[in-house]
């Protein structure tokens, strides 16, 4: 009686139509996206005013034209990134979406999944539920994000936040902190980007949400 | 829809934004601060309206200004800049400016006076002698210039406030606009609120000695509540005054208040 067994992947089919990404998902992504790739490549532009290490970003990926633009365009993607930000934490907390897509986060759960990509065996029926990379990955960039803005606050306001400066060690430290968060953010861009594409149907989800 | 009527039809827009910068001169293209110039912006921004560089410079400007009301507001006049032991100050301090050390202004202390202009009651003139005698105050604070980079350094000289209240400024004033001797006429506008914190310095010494001229003898103006191009070197005159006179580097598109 094999067509009784209800396989996992049928339970998938089933429930394709379901909305994997509701509105307020889909809308605050794209803003998100739009005010991260902003503040990038605006935050490329100060780097290369004074450069931590030994190098700076190439002028054609850099917003503004010089350091003043630069500056001007930070200031100002930094208040749609921050509301939406805000607001995406608040929604995600309040109506437990956080909750029941990113836990648990298990290291048995996270190793399996590695494996199983490894070897070309992870499915992708169900776009409902989080892989443990996934989730893994996706709880990782919420506290980098948390922290690229912290510290960037500090660098803001070193004086009337100081103890956000306290926080982070000093101010130069500060700025390596939000030096590194930039660098996970994109790194984990490249890997968002990738498998978007790998798998175009969680594209679909996120522009049409099923 | 005829809102740039001077757009030559068949002509794209971008493609002549990008060559009339080329033949703007270095000033003008750092004055173009929309960065549609950039590739990063013309790629992310095509086909969006705010590739239009004075749409882009407008809502810039906007923004810039809604940040200098969000920072006035969030500044507290109490709020005291770390100091620091000697032991941290960073040596050699680097020298900074839009010029070379050789092109700073080199001042003879004999024929230096500092101007004092506008909402004052007394408007003399001071001599680098008279100003030595007032009370003066040594504080190890951190420079923090705008391009990211720090320094700690320690400067000493006559707190603003007491300064101001000695030449009878009306504190209800909105700025002190200072003046510089470099020769393209530094200023800055500093906000009377920022003018009269604890911290704000007239300064004549860096690290116990006459300030150097690298560090803008003989007077510079020290606030460890702003980033360092609102530091003016080489005073020569501050005005007590409502009007927003603009700035060196304010007028360039840096942000107006800066402070930290």
């Known amino acids: ?25 889909r809308v605050m992504h794209w803003i998100n996206a739009l005010a991260m790739i902003l503040m990038i490549l605006s935050g490329w532009q100060i780097y290369n005013a004074s450069p931590l290490f030994d190098f700076r970003f190439p002028r054609e ?3 503004g034209g010089w350091l003043g633009g630069g500056l001007l365009w930070h200031f100002a993607a930094m208040w749609l990134l921050m509301i939406n930000g805000l607001a995406y934490l ?48 996706y709880a990782g960039i919420l506290v980098v994000a948390i922290l690229i803005v912290l510290s960037g606050l500090a660098m803001w306001k070193p004086v009337q936040l100081y103890y956000l400066v306290m926080l982070f060690g000093d101010y130069p430290a500060a700025r390596y902190v939000h030096f590194f968060c930039m660098a ?19 594209l679909r989800a996120m522009i049409i949400g099923r | 829809m005829a809102k740039r009527p001077f757009l030559i039809p068949g002509v794209d827009k971008r493609l002549l934004i990008k060559d009339s910068i080329k033949t703007m001169p270095d000033l003008a293209r750092r004055r173009f601060i929309a960065g549609g110039a950039s590739l990063g912006a013309l790629t992310l921004l095509t086909g969006c309206d705010v590739i239009d560089s004075s749409s882009a410079e407008t809502m810039l400007a906007k923004v810039s200004k809604f940040n ?56 003399k003139s001071w001599t680098l002698e008279e100003l030595y005698k007032l ?17 700690i350094g320690s400067w000493t000289g006559t707190p603003l406030r007491d300064f101001l209240k000695l030449i009878g400024a009306d ?38 000695e006459i300030l150097p001229r690298a560090y803008g003898f003989p007077m510079k103006i020290r606030v460890p509540t702003k980033l360092g ?24 598109g840096y942000n107006s208040f800066s402070g930290s």
Request: hydrophobic letters at 45%; aromatic letters at 12%.
């Open chain 1, 90 to 137: 608040v929604t995600g907390i309040a109506t437990g979406r956080f909750r029941k897509k990113l836990l648990p986060i298990t290291a048995s759960g996270v190793l399996h999944d590695v494996r199983a990509a490894l070897t070309f065996k992870l499915g992708h029926d169900d776009l409902t539920v989080y892989k443990y990379v996934q989730r893994l990955l």
């Open chain 2, 68 to 123: 200098d009301a969000v920072q006035a507001w969030m500044f507290n006049p109490d709020a005291l800049a770390p100091t620091f032991p000697e032991s941290a100050i960073t040596k050699p301090f680097p020298f900074n400016a839009y010029y070379d050390l050789d092109d700073a202004p080199d001042i003879a202390a004999a024929d230096w006076k500092l101007e004092v202009r506008g909402l004052v009651d007394n408007k």
């Open chain 1, 61 to 63: 990926y850099t917003l």
């Open chain 1, 1 to 25: 009686m094999a067509s009784l067994t209800v396989t996992d992947d049928q339970v998938g089919a089933n429930t394709k139509a379901k909305v994997v990404q509701p509105a307020w998902v």
């Open chain 2, 135 to 151: 009370p003066q105050v040594t504080q190890i604070t951190r420079h923090i210039c705008v391009e990211g980079w720090s320094a």
């Open chain 2, 171 to 208: 504190t209800r004033a909105q700025y002190v606009w200072f003046q510089c001797a470099d020769k393209d006429g530094y200023n800055s506008p500093l906000d009377m609120r920022s003018a009269l914190h604890p911290q704000t310095q007239m300064t004549f010494k860096y690290a116990n």
């Open chain 1, 184 to 202: 996970a953010i994109c790194a984990f861009l490249v890997v968002h980007v990738l498998l978007a594409l790998l798998v175009p149907k969680s």
């Open chain 2, 229 to 252: 191009f609102k530091n003016p070197k080489y005073v020569i005159s501050m005005e007590v005054t409502n009007d927003y006179k603009g700035g060196y580097w304010e007028d360039q």
